[in-house]
């Protein structure tokens, strides 16, 4: 769910943004948002994700109850179950609430007014806080794009900038929420800056993994891809949450002030995809996201090194493929042809990446 598309910035990537009063700019009451959280639960989603612009005008107090409505909404539906135990049939899962990118968990602790340049980790935390109490579950992975000051100054002036973005995922960490991460690249980065992206996000994921009793190695790096070693699970969040997933996100031009620029091929797009694995071998899953490339090239990438294929999108206006349409659906079942036409054994799982059983539109936790 995009809750509004007024946006206090104007990055010269983004066609979603409007100023308020421009044509076709919205914002969602708490009484859509209520009507949207029904329409996923009876539809049998696991999660709602839910972004959108840095509203000037909104209160802080409109997320948390946002945050609370679509909880009683979604508890209302699925019989006010606190927490299903796994592997209970009987027992619906529970909607996930993934919400807000840390530019926006920046600009509601700005709006609370508890911002302060000082100290900006305790207002982030005070946001957070507020918000997990309000039914918040998780933090996508937006805003990132490229960690580089020069990047950030030319193309996404008045983003916060990477030092800050850690911070707010940092934060989250530490109050046992998990996260995810992106890198949007192909636009004016250059291949050495997206490493040092993804370094890090590394080094960041090595202080919540060692949170969580991981051993490091002596340069201070744990890694996750080596045979025989653990996962994280959503059960060690009570020490603290971790990165997830890394979502690659190539550049598309069309529509945005930087519309002369290419973006990135397609083979670029899969090597991208082979590099982030081998970076991070830290984190759990590399994501191929199809909503933005297609499900023929998720396949592909697959095949280089992503293990995530997300999700059955319906609606996501903030990245269109070519500007063309909102409307980006696909079936559980054209996912599963493509993940088997690839060679692999599809698992669905929930935002947490526990895997899910499902009977049509009733779903609930495999042990
Ligand atoms: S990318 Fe986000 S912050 Fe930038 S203009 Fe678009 S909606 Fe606003």
Redesign the pocket.
């Known amino acids: 769910m995009n809750y509004s ?1 007024v ?5 010269k ?5 409007r100023k308020r009063g421009d044509e076709g700019a919205y914002e969602h009451s708490i009484e859509d948002v209520r009507r949207e959280a029904r329409g996923a639960v009876e539809s049998g989603a696991t999660e709602m994700h839910i ?4 509203h000037p005008y909104l209160p802080f107090e409109y997320y948390t109850d946002m945050m609370r409505a679509i909880r009683e909404e979604a508890d209302a539906a699925a019989g006010g179950l606190e927490s299903p135990p796994p592997c209970d049939t009987s027992a619906p899962g529970r909607l996930h609430i993934k919400a807000f ?1 840390a ?2 968990v920046v ?1 509601l602790a700005k709006i609370a007014k508890v911002y302060k340049q000082s100290d900006r980790k305790a207002g982030i935390r005070h946001v957070l806080e507020k918000l997990k109490e309000a039914g918040l579950g998780s933090l996508p992975g ?2 990132a794009e490229v960690f580089d000051d020069r990047i950030h100054d030319e193309a ?1 002036k ?2 916060i900038r990477s030092d800050v973005w850690l911070d707010v995922h940092r934060v989250a960490h530490e109050l046992g929420l998990n996260t995810n991460a992106t890198i949007l690249y192909g636009h004016i980065d250059h291949a050495d800056e997206r490493l040092v992206h993804m370094d890090m996000l590394r080094k960041a994921q090595d202080e919540a993994l060692t949170r969580l009793g991981y051993e490091a190695a002596a340069d201070g790096s744990v890694t996750l891809t080596r045979a025989g070693v653990a996962q994280p699970t959503p059960d060690m969040t009570t020490r603290g949450g971790y990165f997830q997933t890394i979502i690659p996100l190539p550049f598309f031009p069309d529509g945005s002030d930087l519309e002369a620029l290419p973006g990135p091929g397609g083979l670029e797009n899969l090597r991208t995809i082979a590099v982030s694995r081998l970076m991070l071998d830290n984190f759990p899953h590399v994501k191929a996201f199809w909503i933005m490339q297609t499900l023929g090239m998720a396949q592909l990438m697959l095949q280089c090194g992503a293990d995530d294929i997300d999700g059955t999108v319906v609606w996501y206006d ?1 990245t269109k493929v070519g500007g063309s349409s909102t409307h980006q659906e696909t079936t559980a079942w054209d996912l599963q042809q493509a993940i088997r036409e690839a060679g692999l054994e599809p698992v669905e799982r929930d935002t947490l990446y526990r895997r899910v059983e499902r009977d049509g539109k009733k779903w609930w936790l495999s042990a």
């Open positions: 598309n946006c206090a910035l104007s990055c990537f983004c066609e979603f943004y972004v959108g612009g840095l990118t530019v926006e600009h937006g805003g996404f008045g983003k903030i």
